[in-house]
Each structure stands twice: as C-alpha cells, then as structure tokens.
C-alpha cells in the first residue's frame, strides 16, 4: 500500500515532487483560480500563491495527487451549493500546478475559474458557477457545469459537454466526436478544416447553437427546432417549415460524419468557415464571430 504524505497550507508554498510520477490529479476548489499545464518534465509541482478561509490540503499517494478539502466529495460536487454551510464559501485559493502530460485529471470549481493545457490523458472537470478554459487537450474531455462558461480550444480528443444555463465556445475543434447538452447556455462551436469531426449531438431548450463548419467537412445532417429561428450558410442544406416547428437536413460533402441539432426554443445557425488559406487571423475567434 502506497504511503500517503499530507499538507495543510495555509500560506504561500511551493511543493514539488521528484520520486515516481504523479499519473493521477484531482483538484476541488471553491473560490480563487486554478492552473493546470501538462509538461513533459516528469516532475510535478503545485505552487499556492494565496489561501483564504480554511487551510487548502494537498496530498500525495502513490501516484495521485489531490489539492483541495476533504469535505468536498467528487460524486456531489454539483449538488446542494446554496445550501452548503456559508463558511464553505469563504474558502479561496490561488494555485498553480504543474503535472506530466499523461497525466489523469479531474478538477472541480465552485466559483473560482479553472485553465487546464497541455494535458495529453483523459480529463473531466466540473464548475457551479466558474469559467473553465481547456487549451490544447488530447484525451477525451468530460465538461459539467451549473452556468459558469467553458471555452475550449484546438481540443484533440471527444468532448461531451452538460449544462443548466452555462455555455460552450469551442474554437478550432478537431476532435472526433462532440456532444453538447444545454437547458438555456448559447453554444458556439467552431470547427477546423482539418478536423475529423465524425460526430456532433447537440441538444438545447432554449439556448442559441451556431456552428462554423468548414466546406470540405463530410456530414449527415439533421436540425430541428421546435419554435427557434433557423439559417444555413451552406446551399445544401435544406430549411423545411416556414412557420411553427423547423428543420434543417442535407449532406455537406461526403456525409460520412453525422450531426444532430435539437431544440426547443433555440435558434439554429450554421456558418461556413473561411478557407485556411485566406484566413486573414489564425488568432482563435471569440464567441461574439458566431452570431445567432
């Protein structure tokens, strides 16, 4: 059984650890922000600039690395907030980790805001109200949220998204697969002309989609909302229902790719993406160039 070693912080401190790599991070904060940057450096190290309320725990056994408190299980970390204990909500931290790139992760957030890059190995993370940014991921990445925003860019690997009111900008997604649930959060998603997307569900009630696709992406499409505004930048694609319930079906290239978009109230928008070779900024785009 692996040896378990544990530190209360309560100040500014700086923890690396050298001997047998860390495979395994999870992180839950309520307040502050977070960041995560996998290395190729087999080193891990967690840097606390700044702690508020209760001592923050890190503790390390075998190969898992936690930061966080002990009264913040993994299963519930969505549920109950407003009416958790109000001394949890005065719990705030300002950490900087630093992990092997193959290594696991999952990190939830309350309010404080979360950026994870360079991590190669599967990734799941969970915020209340808190903005979570994943940068240059290569695993599949799980996203849960109450309404705090995820943007997630030049994402590898599938995405599965879930939200109450929270939204999901995706720039320069190039993934396999991409699934999107939302009661009222806007979805922008953005997808690159080399991108082997071969799946996209996205289902909304009354939340906005706009999806910017590159001409030569290969789909089976099937839209359809029951009172939202639809519009397509792609001739074939067809809009069926002037007035009441819409649908939007058509195949865009090779259609070996499926894409389902449903809502209720939710407009539906697909934009064309420039091609590559006259894109004027190859700088990520923000949600605001996907108009709904």
Not at 71 to 88: E, T, V
């Amino acid at each position: 059984m692996a040896a378990t070693s544990r530190w209360e912080v309560s100040a500014p401190q700086t923890l690396t650890f050298e001997e047998h790599p860390v495979r395994e991070l999870r992180v839950r904060l309520v307040g502050g922000t977070v960041n995560v940057v996998g290395t190729s450096d087999p080193t891990a190290e967690v840097e606390i600039t700044e702690v508020t309320g209760e001592p923050l725990i890190v503790e390390r056994e075998g190969g898992r690395l936690t930061v966080g408190y002990d009264d913040l299980p993994w299963q519930s970390f969505l549920k109950g907030w407003p009416k958790r204990p109000r001394r949890l909500m005065k719990r705030a931290a300002v950490v900087s980790i630093r992990v092997p790139a193959d290594c696991r992760l999952s990190a939830g957030t309350v309010s404080a805001s979360a950026v994870v890059s360079g991590v190669r190995a599967d990734a799941e993370v969970r915020g209340v109200t808190g903005q979570t940014t994943l940068v240059g991921l290569a695993g599949a990445v799980t996203a849960d949220t109450v309404s705090g925003h995820v943007e997630a860019q030049s994402l590898g690997g599938p995405l599965t998204f879930t939200s109450v009111s929270g939204g999901l900008t995706v720039v320069e997604g190039r993934g396999p697969a991409l699934h999107a649930d939302t009661v009222s959060g806007e979805l922008a998603l953005d997808l690159l002309p080399s991108g082997d997307v071969a799946d996209l569900t996205i289902t909304s009630v009354s939340g906005d989609v706009a999806l910017r696709l590159p001409a030569s992406i290969g789909l089976t499409v099937a839209g359809n909302t029951v009172g939202g505004a639809v519009s397509s930048a792609f001739p074939e694609l067809s809009v069926h229902g002037p007035w009441g319930p819409k649908q939007l079906t058509g195949v865009l290239g090779s259609g070996a790719g499926r894409l389902t978009c449903s809502t209720v109230s939710g407009g539906i928008t697909v934009l064309r993406r420039p091609p590559a070779a006259h894109e004027q900024d190859a700088s990520p785009a923000p949600a605001s160039a996907f108009p709904v």
